[in-house]
């Protein structure tokens, strides 16, 4: 089983990388983000209060966050491995996920940091907030705020993947495939 986390700050890729990567390794994609945008659509309570957040650029609570993977991963249990995209956030989240896949006699392969910097993802999410009517990437201000988030509470479990040897890093500014191309390769590695 390939579990493998896709990390890195909010524009830079997660989510572009992780469609692709699904496919090439058969991996069940876990995207904490569109779950909760589900939820925001389909109006239930969890995704009325997600969205409170979300609209100031703030992380949702770890318990609301965990709670949801926990479930999503129980409804996949057939699944081959899992990509983890945009989650964990925090170092609860990293602990409970250590703790979840344990449950399936599983562990996390490698952790793949997405590495790009701020003027570029400020550049990227405001492009994308031209067409994807999503409000958190149509304010500065607010993803602003996203990137103040990831630097106190996700940027951290960089530190907390590399002492267990799993964080590799790659330049996340380029063409889409290249950037695909390095992924693999570290993938592959792991894989032997
Ligand atoms: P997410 O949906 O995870 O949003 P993201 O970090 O903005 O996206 P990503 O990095 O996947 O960017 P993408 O590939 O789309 O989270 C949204 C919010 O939900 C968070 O702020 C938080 O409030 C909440 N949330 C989610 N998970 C949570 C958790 N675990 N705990 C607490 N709260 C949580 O790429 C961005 C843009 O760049 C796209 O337009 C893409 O086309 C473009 N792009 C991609 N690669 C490119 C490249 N190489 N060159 C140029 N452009 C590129």
Not at 25 to 54: M, P, V
């Amino acid at each position: 089983m390939l579990n493998l986390i896709i990390f890195g700050p909010p524009g830079a890729g997660k989510g572009t990388q992780s469609e692709r990567l699904l496919q090439q390794y058969s991996l069940q994609h876990i995207s904490t983000g569109d779950l909760l945008r589900a939820e925001r659509a389909a109006g239930t309570d969890l995704g009325n209060q997600a969205n409170e957040y979300i609209a100031k650029g703030e992380l949702v609570p770890d318990a609301v966050v965990i709670g949801m993977v926990k479930n999503f991963m129980l409804a996949h249990t057939e699944a081959k491995g899992f990509i983890f995209d945009g989650f964990p956030r925090t170092t609860p989240q990293a602990e409970a996920l250590d703790a979840m896949l344990a449950d399936f006699n599983a562990q996390i392969g490698i952790v793949l940091g997405l590495e790009v910097n701020e003027d570029e993802l400020v550049t990227r999410l405001l492009l994308r907030g031209q067409s994807s009517g999503r409000a958190d990437d149509q304010d500065e201000s607010t993803i602003r705020n996203r990137f103040q988030e990831y630097q106190n509470k996700t940027l951290p479990l960089q530190g907390f993947y590399q002492s267990q040897g799993k964080y590799q890093g790659v330049q996340g500014i380029g063409e889409v495939g290249a950037i695909y191309d390095s992924l693999c390769a570290k993938i592959d590695k792991v894989l032997g």
